[in-house]
């Protein structure tokens, strides 16, 4: 477990402990829900946007995404660079310019 998913387990700890996992996963939900209401308000889709709160957004959606990472004993930073490199190859030829 990294530093900030460490921090994350102390304060879920502090509250009374990790929620079900559907539990966590629906808050997962409903952060990806906000998040996409506001990245639809920034790029002037519906209602004006603020960066700060896309960036507050994506910080909720990291710290659900945490607890479900920390109740499964799963390092994110190492399923990150994991996933880095799958796109890395998988993708090779799909990013290169015709």
Avoid: H
Wanted: aromatic share 10%; glycine share 8%.
């Amino acid at each position: 477990m990294n530093d900030l998913q460490r921090e994350v387990d102390r304060i879920v700890m502090e509250f009374g402990g990790y929620w079900k996992p559907f539990e966590m996963l629906a808050a997962l939900v409903e952060e990806t829900g906000e998040l996409a209401d506001e990245l639809l308000k920034v790029e002037g889709v519906k209602g004006p946007g603020d960066r700060n709160r896309l960036k507050e957004e994506l910080g909720d959606v990291a710290f659900a995404l945490a607890c479900i990472a920390n109740y499964y004993g799963v390092d994110l930073m190492d399923a990150l660079r994991e996933t880095i490199e799958k796109y890395r190859e998988r993708d090779r030829e799909r990013w290169i310019s015709v």
